[in-house]
Structure formats: C-alpha cells, structure tokens
C-alpha cells in the first residue's frame, strides 16, 4: 500500500513538471521584456532606479587622459569593453552640458548601462575615419536633443584629446533607417541616442543624431 501511495505520489508530480517548466519560462521572459521596455521607457527607468535624465554621475573607472603627443603611430590597443575616452559637450548660452562621460569601446546593454559606447565598427578618433557614439537617453545622452549646432565637443582619449564642432543636427530620424551608424559617411564624428526624451510612455522609434567635423587632434600619420 505505502509503495503505491509513493507511485501516484510521483505520478502526480510528474504531471504537474510541464505546468511549473512553462511558469518557470513565463517568469524569465517577463524579466527580459521588462528589462527592454524599462531602457525605452523614462518612465519605466526611474521606478527601477535608473539615474533620473538630468543627471549625469561621472563613475570613477580610474581612467586618465592621455596628453597630446607630437606624432601619433598607431592607436593604442583597447580591449571591448573598456573605457578608452571621456566626452564633454559644451556650447556659450543657457543649457544643458554633457560633463565628464566615460565612453567604452562597444556599444552593447551592458556597456551602455556604465556609459556611452563606440561603435565596434566605426574608427577611433584619429583613425581618419567616423567615430559613431551611442549612450541612453535616460541616461548619459539624456538632453542630447537640447544640444545646438555650433556647439564644441572634446573626446579625452587615452592617446591625446580631439575636439569636434557640431555641424549638423537632425532629430526625429527613423531608427530602421540606420546611416548613423555607416561609419563611411562623410563626417568625423557622429553621436547618438534615442528620440524623444519625453515620450508619453510609448516606444522610441527614432533617434537625435549630431554630426562633427574634427577641429583639432593628431592624426595617425599615413
């Protein structure tokens, strides 16, 4: 008798296994799809702690600028997901600046949620070629779209700064349509974040794009 108690004892358990699998699943989804929609959303992001968009905390990765040099070779070795520079943008008026962020080479969520990141396919400032910059809009690039052409921006790099001028600005651009992120175009420098910040609680589909043309910064010699 105690031996088949034990049987549909069992039987019952291994019934019940598929049903806790597919909660078990359930869960783990609804993490992730949190997750995702708490980046998008300004709303969403402050319940979950995310820094407020004002704010713009300089985290102490012990980094340290490099100074000028007089010649440049080749760029220095970084390691993804490492911090390789630090951005400042700045402009003459009332406004908001972008102080003091650490940017890391990669732009995945994990390196996103530290700082702003560089693309992986673009060129490191000095390379000749488009550097491409990314961070959140509920984070670090948070009034990215209140920045006005004209404005100076400063890349402090391991190897030496570079400061760009704002030339071009374009807000409301489709995010299917990703020229931002060809490295090919005809600009030094491109930053970028999704757009609009205030967004009633709705998906951001579009982004803010900032496009620079290098002012001043040694070259990697041909």
């Not at 890391?104 to 550097?131: H, I, N, Q, V, W």
């Not at 984070?139 to 779209?145: T, Y």
């Not at 374009?170 to 757009?195: F, H, N, P, Q, T």
């Not at 951001?204 to 990697?220: A, N, S």
Request: aromatic letters at 12%; glycine letters at 10%; one cysteine or more.
């Amino acid at each position: 008798m105690e031996s088949a108690a034990k049987k549909r004892k069992s039987g019952r358990l291994l019934l019940l296994l598929p049903f806790l699998l597919y909660v078990a699943g359930l869960f783990f989804v609804g993490i992730y799809v949190f997750g995702t929609v708490a980046e998008e959303n300004a709303y969403i992001s402050l319940l979950v702690a995310d820094s407020a968009p004002q704010e713009t905390e300089d985290m102490d990765t012990g980094f340290v600028p490099g100074e000028r040099p007089s010649r440049l070779v080749q760029i220095p070795s970084v390691a993804y997901g490492k911090q390789f520079a630090r951005l400042n943008v700045t402009w003459e008026g009332d406004g908001w600046d972008i102080i003091n962020i650490p940017v890391y080479l990669g732009s995945d969520k994990k390196t996103l949620k530290k700082g702003a990141g560089m693309s992986f396919a673009s060129y490191f400032p000095g390379e000749r070629g488009c550097t491409i910059i990314s961070a959140h809009v509920t984070r670090h690039f948070a009034e990215l779209e209140e920045t006005p052409v004209g404005a100076t921006v400063l890349l402090e790099t391991s190897y030496g700064p570079y400061r760009y001028e704002v030339t071009e600005k374009y807000e409301g651009v489709d995010g299917a349509d990703r020229w931002y992120m060809d490295a090919s175009v005809d600009y030094d420098l491109i930053l970028y974040s999704c757009y609009p910040r205030d967004n009633n609680g709705e998906r951001r589909t579009q982004r803010c794009v900032l496009c620079c043309k290098l002012v001043d910064g040694v070259e990697v010699e041909q």
